[in-house]
C-alpha cells in the first residue's frame, strides 16, 4: 500500500487520569475506535467517560488485551510502560508505538545519556556529574561552590528522587542528606529560571515542530513553593516555524542521531535561557501531560499525524485556525503538593457550563452519583484561543466553576515565565 493511502480506526492508550482522558476524546473526535489500559490503581474515571477501559487491576497484562483488539498503533502517556515486565511480551506484538524505543528511549530515561550526547554534537548543556553516593555529592558541591539541581540519574515516575531545584549551595548542602541514593544522583548546575520549552514530532527522518509551551511547576503563585510532581499550569503557542529557536538550538543538531537510531515520536526538550543561549535540561519522548492534550486539540488530524508518526512515515500536520494558543490549569485538591497528606472524600461540584474543556483526574463517583475528591489533583481545565491573553481569560473563567472543599490552583499562570527566555 502507498504510504499516502494509510489509514487510522483503532488506537489503544495506555495510561490514566486527565491526559488519557483528553487524548481519547481528541482522538475519538477524529474517527477513531479508543480502547484504553488503566496503567494505575487510580484516576479511571475521567478516561471511563470517553470509551472502553480495561484497568490493571482486573487484567495485570494489557498485551491479551491489545493482541485482541489489535490497535493500528498505541500511545504511551507515561514511559513507565516502558519499564514492565510485560513490555518485551508487548513491543513483540508488533503494535507501532507512539514513543521511541531501544537508543531512543534512552534520551529520556538516562540523564547522563542525554548529556553525553548533548556534548558529542555540540548542543549546551549545564555542568553535571553523575555520582553514587550521598557523600560523595555533598564533597562535590563544596568543592564546586555552586548550586545544583537535584534529580535522579534514572528517568521514570518511581524514581527515588524527584527534582529538588535548588539555588544556593547552601541549599544543596541542606537537601542532600535526605535524598535516597539507591540510583545515584545526577547534579546539575542551577543556571537560573529563564525556562521554556519545544515540542516536536520526529518520522521518517524528519523533525516537525509543533509548539513552544511552558510548565508552571512550582506549586504557589510567584513561582514559589517546591516543585510539584506534576505542572500546576501549562501554555503553549503553535510554532512549526520554531519562532524561538529551540528546535534549532536544541534538536536540529541531532537530526543525524534521530535517522541513526530509527527515532520516531514525540520528543520535547525543556531548556534554559543563560549567558544569551538556550541550554538543555532534559528531553522527553512523549506528547507530555500538560501539553499533548492542546497539541490534539490544535490539530486538525491528529489521528493522522499520530498514527503516522508512530508508523515512520511522513507527516503533513494540519491545523485548526483559532487555535494558536492554549492554557491548562490544575485544580490541586487538599494537602497538594505534600502528597503525605490525605484529606475525605470531599464533594466536587461544578457551577454552570464550561467554555473550554475538563479533564478529571483524581476523582470518583459518590455513592449519590455526583463526583468525589479521591486523591491530590482534582482536574485540568484547558482553554484554546486566537491570543494567549484570550486563551488564559477563558481557562480562568472554567477553573472557577469548579468547587471542591481544599482545593485551590495557581492564579498567575501567564504573568511570568512568558514570551519564552522571560524570568
Known sequence: M???DVRFQRVGL??????????????????????????????????????PCVSNLEV??????FGAWKPDFLVPMSLEWALKPWTADLMALGIPILCPTGEGLRLERERGFARDLCQ?????????????TRAEAETLVRREKRPFVVKNPLCSPTSPIHTIVCETPEDTLAWLPRVDDAEGIFLQEYLGRREAGHIALVSDGQIHSLVTN???????????????????GGLVERDPGDRYGL???LLAPLEPWFREVGFRGPVQVTAIRHDDRWHVLEYNVRLGVTSGPMIASMLANPLDTFGRCALGLPLSPR???????????????????????IGPRVPVTVDGTFEGEVWWQEVARSP???LEATGHRIADVTALAGTMDEAIARAYADIRRIRSLGSYHRTDVGRSLWPPGNP
Open 120 to 132: 558529542r554534537h555540540g548542543i549546551p548543556f549545564p555542568r553535571s556529574h553523575h555520582v553514587p
Open 14 to 51: 495506555l495510561g490514566i487520569g486527565a491526559f488519557t482522558q483528553a487524548l481519547m476524546r481528541h482522538l475519538r473526535r477524529d474517527g477513531a475506535e479508543v480502547l484504553t489500559y488503566l496503567t494505575r490503581d487510580y484516576g479511571h474515571e475521567g478516561p471511563r467517560q470517553e470509551g
Open 214 to 232: 511552558q510548565e508552571y511547576k512550582r506549586a504557589f503563585d510567584g513561582n514559589r513553593g517546591i516543585v510539584a510532581g506534576a505542572p500546576l
Open 368 to 370: 449519590l452519583g455526583g
Open 319 to 341: 491545523w485548526r485556525s483559532g487555535r494558536e494558543f492554549g492554557c491548562n490549569l490544575t485544580l490541586a485538591g487538599y494537602g497538594y503538593p505534600f502528597t503525605q497528606l
Open 2 to 4: 502507498d504510504a499516502r
Open 247 to 249: 528546535a534549532r538550538e
Open 60 to 65: 495485570p497484562d494489557p498485551c491479551p488485551v
